[in-house]
């Protein structure tokens, strides 16, 4: 499964540093566990089987909830058994149909 989740604080005295830190350490647990991932400015991607992803969801949650007593947690899951590799076949295959129709960015 690919499980795309982007959690926050939602109250925190210093706002933009805190929140920063908090996400850093929610990051850091995600690239600890050892799983295919990537962050980008929204969410963090995850790959794996569905308990060892919701562990590793859990644990950046926690980071997080260490310096906020309220936590905004989002999840989309792509759930398809027996799959790996997608977290980057999918780009692959949108980047490799764009090359095909001339659209690849210049």
Do not use: C
Request: no cysteine.
């Amino acid at each position: 499964m690919i499980v795309a989740f982007s959690v926050a604080p939602t109250q925190t005295p210093n706002a933009e540093a805190e929140m920063a830190d908090a996400v850093t350490e929610a990051v850091r647990v995600v690239r600890a566990s050892g799983l295919p991932n990537e962050t980008n400015a929204m969410f963090t991607l995850i790959e794996g089987e569905w308990d060892e992803v919701m562990a590793v969801i859990k644990r950046a949650t926690d980071a997080v909830a260490a310096v906020s007593p309220r936590v905004s947690l989002v999840i989309k899951a792509d759930i398809r058994p027996g799959h790996s590799g997608q977290i980057t076949q999918k780009v692959e295959s949108v980047e490799s149909r764009l090359a095909q129709n001339g659209q690849e960015d210049k």
